[in-house]
């Protein structure tokens, strides 16, 4: 199927993000073609959703209006979203946001609070996995991001995930806490080449392959039926639109067991060839009440094109060669 309509949607589009998102990520154009550089020129004012999100980032490494881990206003969650935007790597702008991140999630008092049980570590690994995946996809890392990575593979459990759960009787890696990292050390492993990572990955992609994504082992039912339904941006909860997006990135969609899960993906393809976010987990409208986001990621309408959801949906369709991206 082609994707010639749809592409000109996504770069006629009015957001100067969505632009950048299409070219580098659908179309593989570098940060140094001259349709990326247009596009960059001055992004940080001509795009809307980039300068809100810039605008949360703190001033200095003491700023106290945000913690870093803020839903969703922390630097934490401004920089995982600059990085899956595709935001010009080696911003030096960005160093005091990764330094709060780093000194935050490789604190000591942070890690000393980290309990095994039963053998395993029981820790929020998506907080690391997610801090790591933004420092390195912005390139504004150095070499602590060794120690994230190392830590991840040393706390993964058996089963290939990890999990926060302080329940003794818990044995089993929790969904949400285990993709994100899966999607660090995929990346980690493009740069570095460590063999330990890639031995992480396999095991941490085996926990959501041999379930298809969705699905109970023991009876095949589906495991949540909120995991069906598409957001953007997930931030650390799970759905199969991100799971076969890390799958992708990980170079593990073409295992058969994603089938099922691309299978649904393609039906909720909409007329104009765009797909819908159909839930969300933010608010954009009262800056101080809960879960509040500077970006506005376009809503929840499961008839009307969701931009950023087009997008990711169309990069796992053309990892799987389901579609043709072409111009």
Request: glycine share 4%.
């Amino acid at each position: 199927m082609s994707s010639f309509s749809i592409l000109e949607k996504l770069l006629s589009s009015k957001e100067p993000a969505v632009r950048l998102k299409t070219y580098t990520q659908l179309l593989d154009y570098d940060y140094e073609t001259k349709e990326v550089k247009d596009v960059i020129k001055n992004i940080n004012k001509t795009s809307k959703i980039i300068s809100s999100l810039l605008a949360y980032l703190p001033k200095s490494i003491e700023s106290k209006t945000f913690h870093v881990y803020a839903k969703w206003q922390g630097a934490h969650w401004i920089l995982a979203s600059l990085a899956d935007l595709g935001y010009p790597p080696e911003d030096p702008d960005l160093i005091i946001s990764r330094d709060s991140e780093l000194l935050w999630l490789l604190g000591p008092k942070r890690w000393a609070k980290v309990p095994e049980i039963n053998g395993r570590k029981r820790f929020c690994a998506s907080q690391d996995g997610n801090g790591l995946y933004s420092i390195l996809k912005l390139k504004i890392y150095d070499k602590r991001v060794k120690n994230l990575a190392t830590r991840l593979v040393d706390s993964q459990w058996a089963d290939g995930g990890w999990n926060c759960d302080k329940k003794p009787e818990v044995k089993k890696s929790s969904y949400h806490e285990s993709l994100l990292p899966l999607r660090a050390l995929s990346f980690y492993y493009t740069i570095f080449k460590d063999i330990e990572v890639k031995t992480a990955i396999d095991k941490a992609a085996e926990l959501f392959l041999k379930r298809s994504l969705f699905k109970r082992l023991s009876d095949g039912i589906v495991i949540k039926n909120k995991w069906l339904l598409f957001h953007y941006p997930p931030f650390w909860h799970y759905d199969i639109l991100m799971s076969l997006k890390v799958l992708a990135e990980a170079n593990k969609i073409s295992d058969k067991r994603c089938s099922e899960a691309l299978d649904i993906l393609e039906s909720k393809r909409l007329p104009d060839d765009g797909f819908p976010a159909e839930a969300k987990y933010y608010q954009s409208n009262n800056e101080t009440g809960s879960y509040f986001c500077p970006a506005d990621w376009g809503g929840v309408n499961k008839r009307r094109m969701n931009e950023w959801v087009t997008i990711d949906a169309l990069f796992i369709l053309k990892k799987t060669k389901r579609i043709d991206i072409d111009l």
